[in-house]
């Protein structure tokens, strides 16, 4: 049988090492198991220090397990002479866009990756133009890449990741230091590499209404995976999901608290849209 998981976890447990003499540190990555697979949007949801970037980290060997196994498309992490080949396959985006910006001219920067690659120069041309045109930033291929915004820059970074042409992509809260226009533009840019790119996308985030708009979503909660499902199913462990700091959606709240007063929204809110559509639809009736 085809094998369609891009990333597995296989029972992965990790520890940070620490100078001789100090106590050691607890697991940041309580065997886990985890499978990504072919196509997937994932989102990662948990409180600071669950080990949401030690997951990033280890999916394409930035670090490896201390126990257990990554396995990128049969290809495992341990095995130091698959690094290129891993990293080539699986990319990982980080939260500070101002530490992934390494040439000053914005295609010089999204060329670096394929360069290294020593691919030819028509290739590394079309490579960067194709990217630049993904994140709907090729406009700006020779702007100064410092001058740009959070979001525009965030933007530039994924840029330079997909221009490697990986198949699958972590991003490890990729909005979190960008104000609202710039969030919208880079969640906008990761839907669209997976919708309409198919690559496969894992995106770490604490915005609830980012992790809504997900196929899947893993909870993670003091190094272990505490839930995993639709975000249907994942949002009605609302109790649960308060109890490790976590919450629900805004809409899904909001549509809770006009059920409980006797509104008649319909059950599993979670969106804006739904919510917009199921009041549109209640005020259609009357
Ligand atoms: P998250 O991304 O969910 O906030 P992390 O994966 O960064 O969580 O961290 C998981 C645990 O590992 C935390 O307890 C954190 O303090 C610890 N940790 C993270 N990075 C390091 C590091 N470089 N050295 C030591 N401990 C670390
Ligand atoms: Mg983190």
């Known amino acids: 049988m085809k094998n369609e998981n891009i990333v597995e976890f296989q029972n992965v447990s990790f520890r940070y090492d620490v100078s001789e003499g100090e106590e050691q540190l607890p697991l940041a990555i309580n065997h886990v198991s985890l499978n990504i697979k072919k196509g ?10 669950s080990g949401k970037s030690t997951l990033a980290k280890l999916s394409n060997s930035i670090i490896t397990p201390t126990e257990g196994k990554v396995v990128v498309k049969g290809m495992d992490t341990n095995n130091e002479a698959l690094s290129y080949e891993i990293r080539k396959t699986v990319g990982v985006v980080f939260q500070n866009p101002d530490n992934q910006i390494v040439a000053s001219i914005v295609e010089e920067d999204v060329a670096f990756g394929p360069e290294n690659l020593g691919l030819p120069r028509e290739e590394i041309r079309k490579r960067v133009d194709d990217s630049l045109k993904a994140v709907d930033m090729y406009d700006y291929r020779h702007h100064e890449s410092h001058k740009l915004s959070g979001g525009q820059k965030q933007r530039v970074a994924i840029a330079g990741i997909i221009a ?7 991003f490890d809260e990729p909005t979190a230091m960008l104000d609202p226009k710039g969030r919208k533009e880079v969640m906008d840019t990761v839907f669209k590499l997976n919708r309409e790119y198919g690559i496969t996308v894992v995106y ?3 915005f609830m209404d980012e992790a809504a708009l997900a196929n899947r979503i893993v909870v993670m909660d003091k190094a272990e995976i505490l839930l995993d499902g639709t975000p249907k199913e994942v949002f009605e462990n609302s109790d649960l999901l308060k109890s490790v700091g976590l919450d629900i959606p805004q809409c899904a709240q909001l549509a809770k608290e006009l059920k409980k ?3 008649n929204l319909p059950d599993n ?10 009041v549109l639809n209640l005020l259609g009736d009357k």
């Not at 490697?164 to 972590?170: A, K, V």
């Not at 809110?269 to 559509?277: S, Y």
Request: glycine share 10%; aromatic share 6%; charged share 20%.
């Open 261 to 263: 007063s006797g509104v």
């Open 40 to 49: 997937d949007c994932v989102a990662i949801l948990g409180h600071n220090g």
């Open 164 to 170: 490697m042409r990986p198949e699958c992509i972590f």
């Open 269 to 278: 809110i979670l969106t804006r849209e739904e919510f917009t559509d199921s």
């Open 204 to 206: 770490i985030t604490h």
